[in-house]
């Protein structure tokens, strides 16, 4: 029996794409072990888990902070790793994980690391010459990893729970903010999509966000029918569960598109300076519900964090709260 130690350490959205990559191969190999490192919130994503993969969570502003944190870091791992029979799978591909793996690999075990693609996306988010196609998605390239330590298996995950709950009427999840002004729909756009909405029969709305956000989105649940905010008021396996009664969830790319994608939940996504075609878009999603607008600087950025090259998010600006109604519509049946 081996056992696989998996580094993932951040950030929330790339830890649900690894979720059904790590369920598939501990599926496939019940009689190995697998432990992830990965930081606190991460625990929550993890959902009737296999009981062959443990999470061991990791404190990187805390305990685990640094050089230092890192050497007790493995004094802490120690005592549940083999001294034999041990693989590391490094899925993360950074300075943090790079030495955890050469603390790995100078005892002699065998280290596989994310091969990120980082020339193709270098191509695709350049201005001159850019090459606009589609690369591995980063699912797959979580895969290649495993199958460097010798794990061949497909992805059978299907979702964290096997069914969706009986409900009346339609219900659609708004999350309207990402990390990076690049990959925000403007909110008063936004509110657009929402008054657009509310006037629709037999639908009831729930705003998404973080606590820091939630004092942003007060104002829509009084000026709009069926409006409800859950922003910064449950636990995210709560929202697991909520997301899981939704029809439809209207995301950026963004953490919430992942995470509605690991319960079977259609996400309506919305990109600006970033593009699915650098491999982050969401678990088994339609790619036709990707709201995004043709133009030749697209896109500048790979993860969004890069001011708009033209200066006037167009990309995003030029999205009308129709194009995005009009797609909830479709997904959801409403003529």
Same mark, same amino acid.
């Given at each position: 029996m081996a056992t696989t130690l998996v580094i993932r350490l951040s950030s929330l959205g790339d830890v649900a794409i690894a979720v059904p990559v790590l369920?598939?191969?501990? !599926? !496939? %190999?019940?009689?190995?072990?697998?432990?992830?490192?990965?930081?606190?919130?991460?625990?929550?994503?993890?959902?009737?888990?296999?009981? &062959?993969? *443990?999470?061991?969570?990791?404190?990187?502003?805390?305990?685990?902070?640094?050089?230092k944190g890192l050497l007790r870091l493995l004094r802490e791992l120690s005592p549940f790793l083999p001294k034999k029979e041990l693989k590391v799978a490094d899925l993360h591909g950074v300075i943090r994980s790079f030495l955890l793996d050469y603390n790995f690999r100078f005892r002699g075990y065998p280290v596989a690391i994310i091969d990120k693609g980082r020339k193709e996306k270098r191509r695709l988010v350049r201005q001159k010459h850019k090459i606009m196609q589609p690369m591995k998605t980063s699912m797959d390239r979580y895969r290649e990893v495993f199958e460097k330590l010798g794990y061949d298996f497909s992805i059978s995950?299907?979702?964290?729970?096997?069914?969706?709950?009986?409900?009346?009427?339609?219900?659609?999840?708004?999350?309207?903010? /990402?990390?990076?002004?690049? !990959?925000? %729909?403007?909110?008063?756009l936004m509110e657009k999509v929402v008054s657009q909405l509310s006037k629709l029969p037999s639908l009831q709305i729930t705003l998404w966000g973080s606590k820091e956000e939630h004092e942003k989105l007060v104002s829509w649940t009084g000026k709009y029918k069926n409006v409800t905010l859950v922003a910064g008021q449950m636990s995210l396996q709560e929202e697991l569960f909520l997301m899981n009664q939704l029809d439809v969830m209207v995301s950026m790319?963004?953490? &919430?598109?992942?995470? /509605?994608?690991?319960?079977?939940?259609?996400?309506?996504?919305?990109?600006?300076?970033?593009?699915?075609?650098?491999?982050?878009?969401?678990?088994?999603?339609?790619?036709? &519900? *990707?709201?995004?607008?043709?133009?030749?600087?697209?896109?500048?950025?790979?993860?969004?964090?890069?001011?708009?090259?033209?200066?006037?998010?167009?990309?995003?600006?030029?999205?009308?709260?129709?194009?995005?109604?009009?797609?909830?519509?479709?997904?959801? &049946?409403?003529?």
């Open positions: 369920y598939s191969v501990a !599926k !496939k %190999y019940p009689n190995d072990r697998f432990i992830l490192l990965t930081q606190n919130r991460g625990l929550s994503l993890f959902v009737d888990t296999p009981s &062959n993969l *443990a999470i061991f969570p990791v404190s990187l502003k805390g305990r685990h902070k640094g050089i995950f299907t979702g964290l729970f096997s069914e969706k709950p009986a409900k009346e009427g339609i219900r659609i999840g708004i999350a309207p903010f /990402a990390k990076h002004k690049g !990959k925000m %729909y403007p909110l008063e790319d963004s953490a &919430n598109m992942h995470l /509605a994608s690991l319960v079977n939940t259609p996400v309506i996504s919305i990109w600006g300076v970033t593009h699915p075609y650098a491999g982050f878009y969401g678990f088994n999603q339609d790619p036709a &519900n *990707a709201v995004q607008i043709d133009l030749p600087c697209r896109p500048c950025s790979v993860f969004g964090n890069k001011p708009c090259y033209r200066g006037d998010y167009a990309c995003l600006n030029q999205i009308t709260p129709e194009m995005i109604v009009d797609k909830i519509k479709q997904q959801v &049946n409403i003529l």
